[in-house]
């Protein structure tokens, strides 16, 4: 009888637990929706080769299952198979989008050879983004409709980036050109494909522009070639919007100015979304105090303008449909002004589902809203899925309707509302928990302070401090709230924040609630400045008051970041461990399981290993486990060898290497670069190869801390990325030629000084040895001679065991004819061909002294130089190297064990392995 009754208690209790999710699901279904049909959409990542009518027929019959399982009332299979078919319908969505191409389409067109690419093309299109100076450029995005092949105009359909070089200052006739959105421009361009950097870690830029439907990178030599075709593409809608815009621009003209840029980029960036303005250093600042979003028109700025309209249109006593309705028009004329981001889209829709919700009297549920919303898009844009700023915003509301709601009305509301109503006998809490009774209590002991205190005094007393202890628990909610808000989204967003930018800011919790609040008022000043700007009196104190409410915004987030520990730079973490983190929360959320603070336990030990992941031994445990490696290519790592790596990476038109010794030592060589021109530097954005390339990369590997820091010459291909890598990592020693003085090589210094870094000049015949590896530099002498910075590059041999490699920067003839002077067995099995495989070195005496196996070019793809020059590559096929090109393999790995050697890239994977011994001639 016993065991009878203990089987009968187990299925009660899985029947209980079993209808308790039915009954969450039923409450809640667009949540199971969309979660399945964002599991659809990620599977297609996994799918290369597939049958489209196959996944529609499997489709059917699961929809056809489904139907039938619910007219029997089996609940439980019936939402199986139905969810498995919004899955299946998920990932024919993604499948349509990425593979259902049309014939005029820009992929397909340069993919069969029809739309030339790297040669001048004729070309018509519309400008969807206004141009922006980078450098000694404008930039726009265009959406091309036609160009010209063999006399014939043909039809095309996708986007592009379309840089167009500065008239040169010395032209007698300079041509400017400004494109706005909505122009329609002809002219003649050469384009290319985006191409990524092909590193592990390395961001895929190739895939974020194409899913902005940009396909194609130009350039314009000169605004010659450019006109803009009478009628352009605009519509009535497009025209206002355009208008708007430019009144808001020319508001903040006067602002404008060189010492104040920013405050009109802040401005800018805050009412119409426009950020082109914002240069590296305002960025870091928000984003080291964890505001970012602030600067970012989002949910918040619309959620904002959205209460202060339905306030204003109550006053005029309108109906609450019309007001509603007119509202919203005014939401999606603003999302059109700023551009159908993810975050403005998402605002939108919940608006416009909420305002159903009221329309036919159903109580709106948050959290459907947002993800019914987040239905809505990703139907319309299944890659949106795949995008940073969606996924951001989305967690962001959901933290805030899934965690901060639920804690604040369960927690902080009953401990502040009884406050908020003290002296009010009509208003009673009799609530039963614990936070309603320390509630009560902490209201009644006010009270009974209260009239201790005016117990000899008027009833004006009385009234006035029981008006302050209710202005303090409002105040109590409000601040509480924001903090609850903030900390709760912070842990769901953090571990994401990291896994992408690698940035982790402790102290955002509290600078969200200092900044968030300040940044409304900003954007409200920054309206009423574009609103009554040209009247007399009304607007120029409106723009000084946006200008000071601006530079106040500036200034406390300069403030908050420049605390120390308030922010950190982190390894990437494991995508499957973020993956499941946000997982785990969101089922503890949604299900309303107990022991919330499993889930938060595991996001918080994430964060902490990621922000000691600069501790070796943590770091090497965290390596070790988060790379599973392939036991039949990786026989040495598989035996607990010690390896030394040198690897190349893939930096475009530059120098990067990276050296990770048998010990765990980190040796960097040049950090690659982006030449901008001075002028323009501190003004605008740049893209910083130190940064988004080598900085990544480091990240990705774990590396605890840079032990040398090596720049071969100050050439910007080879020095452009040091600051970034100077101020992300720690290093130990920072190594140099200390021939020649620029200002290159002193901002670096600066930098050194700055962070206490030991320098220390490199001159031919100094050796190193860490562990088994020796290092001897042999190039260049104390008493050089030479002039030319490549010809001064420092080179470097490393030997350890049968394995040896010769680093030579960007040395030329000259310089290499100094090298062979020096004593010292110069011969490698590996050489580091010198600026990038110009046709100024590698002679052929080089190669007969230095003898290689292997030869790595380091080059950028369609580069202005057309490096390497076929006449190395001859000289080197002559010599019998084997040569090996960033340009085609991403990132070039040897790894040795001083007696056999694996040769691995990026692109193809394992080239090569075997014995050392064999390898040497």
């Known amino acids: 009888m016993r065991n009878n009754d203990d089987s009968e208690d187990f299925r009660s209790s899985t029947g209980n637990r079993k209808s308790s999710i039915l009954h969450r699901l039923s409450s809640r279904p667009a949540a199971a929706l969309t979660l399945s049909f964002c599991a659809g959409i990620a599977s297609s990542l996994l799918i290369r080769e597939y049958s489209f009518s196959g996944f529609v027929a499997a489709n059917a019959f699961l929809i056809c299952a489904a139907s039938l399982a619910l007219t029997r009332n089996r609940i439980t299979p019936a939402l199986a198979t139905g969810l498995a078919a919004i899955a299946i319908t998920g990932l024919l969505l993604s499948l349509a989008h990425r593979d259902g191409i049309s014939s005029t389409d820009l992929r397909r067109l340069f993919r069969k050879g029809i739309f030339p690419l790297a ?101 314009v030599k000169s605004p010659r070639l450019l006109e803009k075709i009478p009628g352009g593409c605009s519509n009535p809608l497009m025209n206002q919007v355009k208008a708007v815009r430019a009144r808001v621009r020319s508001s903040l003209d006067p602002i404008a100015t060189a010492d104040k840029s920013q405050l009109a980029a802040v401005l800018a960036s805050l009412t119409i979304g426009e950020y082109s303005g914002l240069n590296n250093s305002t960025r870091e600042v928000f984003q080291n105090s964890g505001t970012y979003h602030v600067l970012v028109v989002s949910g918040l700025h619309v959620a904002w303008i959205a ?236 723009l000084q008051l946006a200008e000071w409410l601006a530079s106040f915004l500036l200034d406390s987030a300069e403030s908050i970041s420049g605390i120390s520990g308030a922010w950190q730079r982190c390894p990437t973490p494991a995508p499957a461990w973020v993956l499941s983190g946000i997982l785990i929360l969101f089922l503890w959320s949604f299900f309303k399981w107990r022991r919330f603070w499993i889930p938060c336990a595991y ?188 010809d001064n590059s420092i080179v470097l041999h490393f030997s350890f065991g049968y394995f040896s490699a010769l680093l030579t920067g960007d040395l030329e003839k000259a310089g290499e004819v100094k090298a062979l002077l020096q004593t010292g067995d110069l011969r490698s099995l590996l050489l580091k061909v010198a600026h990038h495989g110009s046709r100024s070195g590698t002679s052929d005496a080089f190669l007969d002294r230095v003898a290689p196996r292997w030869a790595v070019v380091s080059a950028g793809w369609n580069n202005p130089f057309s490096h390497p020059s076929p006449e190395v590559i001859a000289r080197l096929r002559k010599h019998g190297v084997q040569s090996l090109l960033t340009l085609n393999d991403g990132a070039i790995t040897f790894e040795t064990d001083g007696t056999r050697y694996a040769i691995k890239t990026h692109i193809r994977g394992i080239l090569e392995q075997g014995f050392l011994r064999q390898a040497i001639k």
């Open 119 to 219: 040669e001048p093309v004729m070309f018509e299109g519309c400008v969807i983004e206004e141009s922006h100076r980078q450098g000694e450029e404008s930039s726009s995005t265009i959406r091309l409709n036609a160009f010209l092949r063999k006399d014939q105009w043909l039809a095309c359909k996708g986007g592009g980036i379309l840089r167009i070089a500065e008239p040169d200052p010395g032209d007698s006739a300079p041509h400017p050109i400004s494109l706005e959105r909505g122009d329609r421009i002809r002219g003649w361009a050469t384009w290319n494909t985006p191409r990524n950097y092909h590193n592990p870690g390395s961001a895929d830029r190739a895939g974020q522009l194409a899913r902005r439907d940009i396909f194609l990178l130009g350039r």
């Open 307 to 542: 209460g202060l309209l339905l306030q204003i249109t109550r006053l005029f006593f309108i109906p609450e449909k019309i007001r509603y309705l007119s509202v919203a028009l005014a939401i999606f004329f603003y999302t059109c002004i700023v551009g159908f981001q993810a975050s403005i889209t998402r605002c939108l829709w919940m608006f416009l589902l909420y305002l159903a919700g009221r329309m036919i009297f159903r109580k709106a549920d948050p959290t459907n809203i947002l993800l019914a919303s987040a239905l809505i898009l990703l139907a319309a844009q299944p890659d949106w899925l795949f995008e940073t700023g969606f996924q951001l915003s989305f967690l962001s509301v959901m933290a805030i309707a899934m965690t901060a709601a639920p804690a604040i009305n369960g927690y902080l509301k009953p401990c502040c509302e009884p406050l908020m109503n003290s002296g009010n006998p009509d208003r009673l809490f009799l609530q039963p928990g614990r936070w309603h009774r320390y509630g009560r209590m902490l209201r009644t002991r006010s009270e009974i302070l209260v009239e201790a205190m005016t117990d000899s005094l008027p009833p004006t007393a009385s009234r006035i401090l029981l008006r302050i202890c209710r202005g303090m628990g409002g105040a109590g909610l409000a601040i509480g709230s924001m903090v609850i808000a903030s900390i709760s989204v912070q842990l769901w967003i953090e571990p994401l924040l990291a896994l992408n930018f690698n940035r982790m800011s402790w102290i955002s919790p509290l600078a969200n609630v200092i900044l968030v609040p300040l940044s409304s008022i900003v954007l409200a000043a920054g309206i009423a400045a574009s609103i009554f700007t040209g009247l007399p009196h009304i607007g120029p104190a409106c």
């Open 603 to 790: 996001i918080i030990v994430l964060l902490a290993c990621l922000s000691h992941g600069s501790v070796p031994v943590l770091s090497a445990l965290f390596e070790k486990y988060r790379y599973v490696p392939d036991s039949k290519k990786e026989e040495m790592r598989k035996g607990g060898a010690h390896l030394l790596k040198i690897t190349f990476l893939d930096v475009g038109e530059g120098d990067s290497i990276v050296i990770h010794f048998p010990d765990g030592r980190f040796w960097i060589i040049d950090a690659g670069g982006l030449r901008l021109p001075p002028s323009h530097e501190g003004n605008a954005y740049s893209f910083d190869i130190g940064e988004a390339v080598v900085s990544r990369y480091l990240w990705h590997s774990w590396a605890p801390q840079i032990d040398r820091l090596i720049l071969t010459h100050t050439d910007q291909d080879h020095a452009g990325g040091m600051p970034a890598v100077l101020k992300n990592f720690r290093v130990s020693e920072f190594g140099y030629s200390g021939t020649g003085s620029d200002t290159i090589l002193a901002a670096i210094l600066s930098i050194v000084r700055e962070k206490r870094i030991a320098p220390k000049i490199l001159q031919a015949g100094m050796q190193d040895r860490i562990g088994a590896v020796n290092i001897r530099t042999h190039h260049p002498p104390a008493d050089s001679g030479l002039q030319s910075a490549n």
